[in-house]
């Protein structure tokens, strides 16, 4: 029987892996299929893993330097992967997420500003109102004693959170709940993991996506403009050569303090022109995306863990009481409780959100030991990079102490990215995950109902293959 009060004897739910055949023979038999059960074990153990059984060829790369030599690249060598591009171009457009070049340096000098520190602090109470609201609700959840969806409820906190930030509305007015519908329909179906694409289609082959994932896409997108209307009128835009000009655009950021005002404010520093609208619209789909998909998936791998570490709740606690006290929890508290950020940074590294990140060779090239030839998909692995057993001690293991111990390799943790393309939101998740795990674990115990049921999938970020099913009930 296994020792709860060790951590270095947990052993948090993932794959064992298996030999190249019986990993793709796992798959291809398997519901619902997921590019976890096709990674082979030698993926956890070599830097470069050829898998051979794809027509286009794959090479899964793990060692940092390698790594970093791609995700830095000046020179355009590697861009974002076709298959990536053409699950999510549908939704997001020609966004920062999937852009490259010089479209995609202008999109990032724009957006940057608005999660800069003083964008997050006046975002900070945007979050705070969303788990007020959130602890009223599941108050009356713990009283009826009744089951939740840990994953449904995470997905709902997070999209409150990024709808208030964004707009400065609750996500149950209006068209914002219809937003965030539209978006779980777009999660659970869109194709972002085609396997036959990827085990047999051509390099930079079309993605076609199910009809009701592009109506779902086109329904967001039909509600984020309707969203972005009060915004525009308060700045009295008006249409020039298809640029949105704005003279106040500063003093209605100032004014509305969220998320859409800076990106309507934000200018080109070379041409001084402003986003279209059509651009506004791309940046905020990938904000929705990036912004609750990727923080709820991560928090609810971090409740589950906690669900199952009452040692490691204990720890947070009294952190979070001799930080916080008995008051209201603050941005400077946030900051300061470092435990419970290395939990989330541990949940992050067992559990990345983003599972994979593919790029494509646009020319032959050398990849370690490897000859890559154009159009061979080069897959960076977070998920297989935090789990590698020549970086990482007891790799598959939950222990939040070993950031405190200061053993990580350099670029050998990359939740977020690395390089210029890091996530530019890495510091608004890092502060709105520790807000979510301060108060949401200083108020309430969480308890799995069938822990052992429970395995991760990556679908568009790592996610359960089924909801978790959690009751929770008020500390003490």
């Known amino acids: 029987m296994t020792d709860n009060r060790s951590p270095l004897l947990y052993r948090p739910p993932a794959p064992v892996p298996l030999s190249p055949l019986v990993s793709l023979l796992r798959v291809l038999t398997s519901q619902p299929r997921s590019l976890l059960g096709l990674v082979p074990k030698e993926a956890y153990t070599e830097m470069v893993t050829p898998l051979g059984y794809s027509r286009r060829g794959i090479l899964l790369v793990n060692d940092p330097e390698i790594t970093r030599t791609i995700l830095t690249n000046p020179l355009e060598h590697f861009p974002k992967n076709d298959l990536m591009v053409g699950a999510l171009e549908p939704l997001v457009g020609e966004s920062i997420f999937v852009s490259d070049g010089a479209a995609w340096r202008r999109q990032r000098q724009m957006v940057e500003p608005a999660f800069s520190h003083m964008g997050i602090a006046r975002a900070f109470r945007w979050m705070r109102e969303a788990v007020d609201d959130y602890e009223a609700h599941l108050d009356g959840v ?241 998920w297989t990079t935090h789990r590698h057993h020549a970086l990482w001690p007891h790799p598959d293991r939950f222990d939040p102490d070993r950031f405190m111990r200061d053993e990580i390799i350099p670029g050998s943790y990359m939740p977020f990215g690395l390089g210029p393309r890091i996530c530019v939101g890495a510091a608004f998740a890092t502060i709105e995950s520790g807000l979510m795990l301060a108060r949401l674990v200083r108020r309430y115990d969480f308890e799995a109902i069938a822990p052992e049921e429970v395995k991760p999938v990556a679908r568009l970020t790592t996610r359960p293959a089924s909801e978790i099913m959690m009751r929770v009930r008020r500390r003490g």
């Open 142 to 382: 713990a009283a009826g004693g009744e089951a939740f969806s840990l994953d449904a409820a995470m997905s709902h906190l997070t999209a409150d959170i990024i709808c208030r930030t964004i707009f400065s509305k609750s996500l149950e007015i209006g068209t914002a709940r219809d937003v965030f519908t539209s978006f779980a329909e777009f999660e659970r179906s869109v194709a972002s993991v085609d396997l036959y694409q990827l085990i047999v289609g051509k390099p930079w082959s079309k993605v076609r996506q199910p009809d009701h994932v592009l109506s779902a896409c086109e329904r967001i997108r039909a509600h984020i403009d309707a969203l972005l209307a009060p915004a525009l009128e308060a700045g009295a835009p008006k249409a020039g050569g298809g640029i949105l000009e704005h003279a106040g655009g500063d003093r209605l950021a100032e004014a509305r303090g969220d998320i859409v005002a800076d990106l309507v404010a934000a200018r080109d520093a070379t041409t001084g022109e402003g986003f279209t609208r059509k651009e506004l619209i791309d940046q905020i789909g990938v904000f929705f995306l990036a912004g609750h998909e990727t923080t709820a998936s991560v928090m609810t791998w971090a409740f589950f863990i906690l669900s199952q570490r009452p040692e490691v709740v204990e720890r947070m606690r009294a952190e979070i009481d001799a930080v916080v006290g008995s008051g209201e929890v603050e941005l400077a508290h946030v900051k300061k409780l470092e435990f419970t950020r290395d939990v989330f940074r541990e949940a992050l590294r067992l559990y990345p959100p983003i599972t994979f990140i593919p790029r494509v060779a646009a020319e032959d090239t050398q990849i370690g030991r490897y000859r890559a030839k154009k159009g061979t998909m080069i897959m960076i692995a977070p």
